[in-house]
């Protein structure tokens, strides 16, 4: 069964850091291209930050200087760390693995994990 499971949110005050993990189950990341993306309520959903298989990486310039994302194939886990949190980085922050050989696409995407910012 093919999973991607989020964890490491929850409520951190303004400026606060948390890391998020997404564990990969039933395939391998190894030659996916993994993404964050984030929800608020309201509004449609943002990405945030890639990184390739070969581990080239980009955020959102919303997010530049704060956010990084890494993976760690031996572990079949992808991060977010995010640091200086802002109260607009509230949302819900969700898992992408993505790989598309010549004929086929795979997309999966995890349930989602909450981030609140708050004092």
């Known amino acids: 069964q093919v999973q991607l499971v989020e964890s490491g949110g929850g409520l951190v005050q303004p400026g606060g850091s948390l890391r998020l993990s997404c564990v990969a189950s039933?395939?391998?990341?190894?030659?996916?291209?993994m993404r964050w993306y984030r929800q608020a309520p309201g509004k449609e959903r943002e990405l945030v930050a890639t990184i390739s298989s070969g581990g080239n990486s980009d955020v959102a310039d919303s997010v530049k200087g704060r956010f990084r994302i890494s993976r760690d194939n031996t572990q079949n886990t992808v991060y977010l760390q995010m640091n200086s949190l802002k109260p607009e980085d509230t949302a819900v922050y969700y898992c992408?693995?993505?790989?598309?050989?010549?004929?086929?696409?795979?997309?999966?995407w995890g349930q989602g994990i909450q981030v609140t910012v708050s004092s």
């Open positions: 992408n693995a993505w790989w598309r050989p010549s004929w086929k696409e795979y997309d999966y």
């Open positions: 039933g395939f391998v990341i190894v030659d996916y291209r």
